[in-house]
Antibody
Framework: QVQLVESGGGLVRPGGSLRLSCAAS????????MNWIRQAPGKGLEWVSF????????YYTDSVKGRFTISRDNAKNSLYLQMNSLRADDTAVYYC????????????WGQGTLVTVSS | QSVLTQPPSASGTPGQRVTISCSGR????????VTWYQQLPGTAPKLLIY???QRPSGVPDRFSGSKSGTSASLAISGLQSEDEADYYC???????????FGGGTKLTVL
């Protein structure tokens, strides 16, 4: 069965860095685009970034461009999000999700990992 | 302010049919497919509808989606208490080169 398990969240000071990981299993990881999507406490969903199966196509939402970097290691079935220059408004639960049929259609989601940016 | 516009709340009684709207523009809903998610309290979102009207395996046929022009709708018939959740629409936006979400609709079953 498909499983996505995020890790790496925690408390970080403004301006700090954090690297999130997502371990995938139960499917051929390299065949799928993967997404990071976040949800601030009590707020709605916000797409952050996606990466193609081979890693050659990457997009980011404007608010994280230049600060966040998405990457993947298909040999390790893992997805990553390097987050630098973190700000208070980056505080959210970060989900990794597998893209299915359609650019916005994510058919499997992880349980999420909480990132809190606070002094 | 979300790129896609949804009503913040909706409600219905058990057995009733409710609809949730999602309004966008040509660059998103007008030219790309719409996806709907259901998020139960404290859980990750679940894919409910993709490609405007397709249901993944396991999603009851009480849930249906439609799209017309720059708007889309999610309909839930035979409303049940377990349908009480937040619902989000999403689409790719060709102008922003980004996936855009609606602000979410909180559905209450009275």
């Amino acid at each position: 069965q498909v499983q996505l398990v995020e890790s790496g969240g925690g408390l970080v000071r403004p301006g700090g860095s954090l690297r999130l990981s997502c371990a995938a299993s139960g499917f051929t990881f390299s065949d799928y685009y993967m997404n990071w999507i976040r949800q601030a406490p009590g707020k709605g969903l916000e797409w952050v970034s996606f990466i193609s199966g081979g890693g050659s196509t990457i997009y980011y939402t404007d608010s994280v461009k230049g600060r966040f970097t998405i990457s993947r290691d298909n040999a390790k079935n893992s997805l990553y999000l390097q987050m630098n220059s973190l700000r208070a408004d980056d505080t959210a639960v970060y989900y990794c999700a597998r893209r299915g049929s359609g650019a916005a259609a994510n058919d499997y989601w992880g349980q999420g990992t909480l990132v809190t940016v606070s002094s | 302010q979300s790129v896609l516009t949804q009503p913040p709340s909706a409600s219905g009684t058990p057995g009733q049919r409710v609809t949730i709207s999602c309004s966008g523009r040509y660059s998103n809903i007008g030219t790309n497919t719409v996806t709907w998610y259901q998020q139960l309290p404290g859980t990750a979102p679940k894919l409910l509808i993709y490609t405007n009207s397709q249901r993944p395996s396991g999603v009851p046929d009480r849930f249906s989606g439609s799209k017309s022009g720059t708007s889309a709708s999610l309909a839930i018939s035979g409303l049940q208490s377990e349908d009480e959740a937040d619902y989000y629409c999403a689409a790719w936006d060709d102008s922003l080169n980004a996936v855009v979400f609606g602000g979410g609709t909180k559905l209450t079953v009275l």
